[in-house]
């Protein structure tokens, strides 16, 4: 068993990470994700508490008085007068019961707080998919940038392999005194920059893992490579604005505004009248001063509460002035979302453009940069050619393959940002 355990120790880190399989841990066990879960938690539980505000409260109430002058046990009434039965007087009353209060009319203050408060737990959830988008987008983003990265060092090692074999070459042929010992020196120069340059590439894919790493919310080993096909990008920007309706981006302004038109609906309820019930039974007890013994009496009341302001120098104006200017903020900052979003949308289809464009540029300067480079080799042991001229062929070829892997990765980032715009990196099985 031991030994089994070994092994499988040892072949977890060699399992390759695929991007699906690091996109649904996230959703699950990143704490990006675990934070916006609980902003719908936070939210849910405001909801409950503004509905059950309507049902009033019951509270255990008690007191202990200490007078200078002797009183009653309970208030007279002429029933109490008349009954000629003595009369319990005491010094202290120790009061003890329960209290039940409720809210009967708020001038539907209190429907319109459910309500708000309904809104803002439905914005919370439209918040929390923006939030994993984000979350989705952005590790595809790094896992892209570890790909690009990897292979680019793969294409860094070759070239590094490539000038040490010309150096010894060329070392060969200066023994011979076929080749100056100022063309060694300038290979050994390239050859160490190309090593340089490798170095730099493993040390960017440890920051770029680590980052990845923070982000999903556990340790990523080896990435499972993607297959990129570059195709000619066929979008129109109305037709995916045309769409925008659905986004939760959308959705969550509407929201806004229509949560500033119960605010105003709130801030009018004030200018109404306000009926409150409250009522009690408990018991006072007090030791006689007659008869030195204990007493007690039972009480019970219910009373109901009318309060209607009649004038407050303006102050209720103001307050309904302030939610409708806060209505007017509302309306322009979905307006002004509205086309950002557009804006944002046009950028990224003319991105994706960019980026295919790029992509064909750079395939295109790879190919005539190889036959420069075989051109130049045949030119340089011909002795046709100098060494620079080697040289510059083959980091313009080293250049070029660099960019043209780049580019690659880039057209698929581009994809995935327009994807985080339109909302679409969440797919339906992710979805929590």
Known sequence: MIRIFSILLLTLPLCS????????????????????QTQIELANLKSQESKVQQYGSFDFVGDVTRYNISRTLVPLTP??????????????????????NVPLFTGFSQTRQIEIEGIA???????????????VYNIRSLYLSVLAQKEMLKAQKSYTKALKKLTKQIAYEVELGKKAKIDLFKA????????????????HIAIT????????????????SL?????????SVNRLYAKASSLSKVK?????????????????????????????????????????????????????????????????????????IAKMEATFKREQMLLDLRKLITQGIEQVKQSYAEYLGN??????????????????????????????????????????????????????YLDYLLERGIKPSSKR
């Not at 737990?121 to 979350?135: R, Y």
């Not at 297959?227 to 979008?235: E, L």
């Open 79 to 100: 029933t109490v007068i008349g009954s000629g039965k003595p009369v319990t007087t005491v010094e202290s009353i120790f009061s003890t019961g329960i209290a039940y």
């Open 121 to 135: 737990k439905q914005m919370s959830v439209a918040k929390a998919k923006l939030t994993k988008e984000q979350l």
């Open 252 to 324: 969550i302004e509407n929201m806004a505004l229509a949560k500033a038109e119960k605010q105003i609906a709130k801030s009018k309820a004030t200018q109404l009248p306000q009926v409150n019930l409250s009522s009690y039974v408990g018991k006072n007890f007090g030791e006689d001063v007659a008869t030195n013994e204990w007493d007690d009496e039972t009480l019970w009341q219910v009373g109901v509460n009318v309060k209607w302001n009649i004038l407050d120098f303006g102050k209720r104006d103001l307050g309904v002035q302030q939610a409708k």
């Open 17 to 36: 990470s695929t991007l699906d399989g690091l996109v649904g841990y996230a959703m699950k066990h990143s704490s990006v994700a675990k934070q916006s």
């Open 209 to 224: 893992k680590a980052t990845l790493s923070a982000l999903v919310g556990k340790r990523v080993g080896k990435l499972k």
């Open 363 to 416: 395939a295109t300067q790879l190919r005539l940069s190889k036959k420069s480079e075989t051109i130049e080799k045949v030119r340089y042991e011909e002795d046709a050619a100098t060494l620079n001229d080697l040289l510059l062929a083959k980091s313009m070829r080293q250049l070029s393959q660099a960019k043209l892997i780049e580019s690659r990765y880039n057209y698929k980032k581009s994809i995935y």
């Open 227 to 235: 297959r990129i096909k570059v195709k000619k990008p066929r979008y």
């Open 188 to 203: 050994q120069a390239n050859s160490q920059a190309s090593q340089t340059q490798q170095e730099i590439l493993s040390s």
